[in-house]
């Protein structure tokens, strides 16, 4: 159980560096949003629910973070539509939004690495 616990934080970690690998190219290159951006998120956020039971571990969850990285996937999440769907109608991506992905799930790293 523990060992299979560790593939799906692999997993989740694989999405998270899809998110951000995609962004970052994207923040060197022409600042639009990718699909593979939302395929991060996606897996990211459905390996971070299986993570979210008490299941293969002896510590106890910290529910108050796992709510609060939620929030904040939702966050990118609706970003990531809204910012695609007025790229597609006009070819132009508020920078804003853009910027925000990028710093809403460093921040989600963050508040999953620093908040004990
Ligand atoms: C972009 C979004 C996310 C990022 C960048 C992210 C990042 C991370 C990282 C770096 C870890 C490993 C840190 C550690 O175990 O100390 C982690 C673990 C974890 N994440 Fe996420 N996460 C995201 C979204 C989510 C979501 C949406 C949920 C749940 C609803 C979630 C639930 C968890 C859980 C339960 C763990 C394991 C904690 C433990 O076993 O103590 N994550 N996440």
Sequence with gaps: METLRGIVLVVHLIGFAVLFGAWAVEALGARRITR???W????????????AAPWGTDHDLNYTKIAVKLI?????G???GVGSARQKRSQALPA??????GAATVANVAIAVLWR
Excluded at 41 to 51: D, E, K, S
Excluded at 72 to 76: E, G, P, Q, R
């Design 36 to 38: 593979i951006m939302s």
């Design 40 to 51: 991060g998120l996606l897996v990211a956020g459905v390996a971070g629910l299986a993570l």
């Design 72 to 76: 904040v996937l939702l966050v990118i």
């Design 78 to 80: 609706a970003l990531l």
């Design 96 to 101: 804003a939004i853009f910027w925000v992905i």
